[in-house]
């Protein structure tokens, strides 16, 4: 089969396509036939520093999402059959080699596609919408009537998140640049703030959860608009993954969280896009052979939702 691999840390011309021997399926296992695999900041970390971003020794394959069909189930698989259109986040933060065009993972790694998706949109989905699914729902328990903000809400968790948060009956702010505000509106956010011309600490305020997805100063400055009780959550990890250096503000809870592997979630998701209630934007797609140039673009920034490799039919 082929796959991209890299022989060293670095830029994104390290990677290249490779061939090398299709996976088998274990107990507990399925193997997938990739249509297509999503790309996601996680992917150009891990390139540039190892596996759960500490160095480990190349040749490895990155990505982590997945779309595609199941080819074969291994000993002891009862959720999952040869056939069945499948997505999903195996094995993360451990190598899943997603950008290939075949991967095996754990069963209870994938759900079946929603309905309404094709394979690249889906492949978008499983990372991105199960850190938002977590953050927002497993973490701060989101629901009706609460004020939302939302980081970068025109990116890849952003963008999932600002529907999830209004599917729970939220109201939702987001920040993003004014050229972004009207696609935003058009997922539901019901105020917007632009970060290049507006300090959103000094214009949103009584916020019941942040979602933070950038870190740094942000965190700081968000924690001003939280009210008394409020949660923040980050998806960017501290230092040394050390909770206690956190930033902190009496009266609010502070966290930051990985995203695990989660059948049920998955399941959240494809139920939420069968409703019509939760939109997967792709902003780009990339042959397999041209990761590197998918890498580049979303090192960039500056797109809107989803980038997606596409691997097979």
Known sequence: MKA???DRPGGPEVLR?????RPTAGPAEILVRVQAAGVNPTDW??????????DETPPFTVGFDVAGVVEEVGPGVTVL???????GMPRFPRPAGAYAEYVTGPARHFARRPGGLDAVHAAALPLAGLTAWQALVDTAGVG???RVLVHAAAGGVGHLAVQIAKARGAHVIGTASAAKHEFLRGLGADELVDYRTQDFAEVVGDVDVVLDTLGGEVTERSLRTLRAGGTLVSII???????????RRDGVRVTWMLVEPDRAGLTELAALVDDKQLEVVVDSTFALAAAADAHRLGEAGRTTGKIVLEVSG
């Open 4 to 6: 991209i691999s890299q």
């Open 17 to 21: 396509v490779i061939e090398k021997e």
């Open 45 to 54: 970390k891990t390139r540039t520093r190892g596996f759960f971003y500490h």
């Open 81 to 87: 059959a040869p056939g069945d259109e499948v997505f």
């Open 144 to 146: 009706p009537g609460q």
């Open 237 to 247: 990890p501290p230092a040394g993954f050390d909770s206690s250096l956190m930033p």
